[in-house]
T-cell receptor, first 113, second 114 residues
Framework: GESVGLHLPTLSVQEGDNSIINCAYS??????FIWYKQESGKGPQFIID?????DKRQGQRVTVLLNKTVKHLSLQIAATQPGDSAVYFC????????????FGTGTRLKVLA | GAGVSQSPRYKVAKRGQDVALRCDPI?????LFWYQQALGQGPEFLTY????????KSGLPSDRFFAERPEGSVSTLKIQRTQQEDSAVYLC????????????FGQGTRLTVV
């Protein structure tokens, strides 16, 4: 079935370095994507979103890149901080079909001091 | 309220017991979602409401699971005759609209069936 998946289950980075978290999606009809951050014991927290009519969107220290040709999404975090340690999920939604957001299994980001 | 509120935060149920999980969405949000999250996994869709209408319940794993949102605001997820495999975190999310808008999540209810 349609799914959203991530390449790396765990990513360790040095504090101050940039982090890149990747996500592959299989539903070509998906046209809206969200990155969520989930800390232990908490619900997913919205980070940034991107619509399919864009290939890049920037927020505060975060950038999301969308490559529709290869159905790939990435989240870049600049100057990674200890507070960035969490599990990151990408989720997809579609203009047509059901309303549900489809999540991948997540990537755990560990920031090393 | 300021965010999505879920209660209780933790629930321990004996196998076979019925449970009810509550979600208070952000005021004014039309859409409400329920998700189930197993340990170490991403959230899995259960059901979706637009106001009081349940438009999608394709993710409910069995007829033991039932959700309602009678007045288009607060929602309740009910699980009858709980089984051990129902142990998970149940997340509620709301958004102003259903598609292509931010969905905000509550902290979840951790259900443990013993």
């Amino acid at each position: 079935g349609e799914s959203v998946g991530l390449h790396l289950p765990t990513l360790s980075v040095q504090e101050g370095d940039n982090s890149i978290i990747n996500c592959a999606y299989s539903n070509s009809a998906s046209d809206y994507f969200i990155w969520y951050k989930q800390e232990s014991g908490k619900g997913p927290q919205f980070i940034i979103d991107i619509r399919s009519n864009m290939d890049k969107r920037q927020g505060q220290r975060v950038t999301v890149l969308l490559n529709k040709t290869v159905k790939h999404l990435s989240l870049q975090i600049a100057a990674t901080q200890p507070g960035d340690s969490a599990v990151y999920f990408c989720a997809e939604n579609s203009l047509s079909g059901t309303y549900k957001y489809i999540f991948g299994t997540g990537t755990r980001l560990k920031v090393l001091a | 309220g300021a965010g999505v509120s879920q209660s209780p935060r933790y629930k321990v149920a004996k196998r076979g017991q019925d449970v009810a999980l509550r979600c208070d969405p952000i005021s004014g949000h039309v859409s409400l979602f329920w998700y189930q999250q197993a340990l170490g996994q991403g959230p899995e869709f259960l059901t979706y409401f637009q106001n009081e209408a349940q438009l999608d319940k394709s993710g409910l794993p069995s007829d033991r699971f039932f959700a309602e949102r009678p007045e288009g605001s607060v929602s309740t997820l009910k699980i009858q005759r709980t089984q051990q495999e129902d142990s998970a975190v149940y997340l509620c999310a709301s958004s102003f609209e259903g598609r292509n808008t931010e969905a905000f999540f509550g902290q979840g209810t951790r259900l443990t069936v013993v």
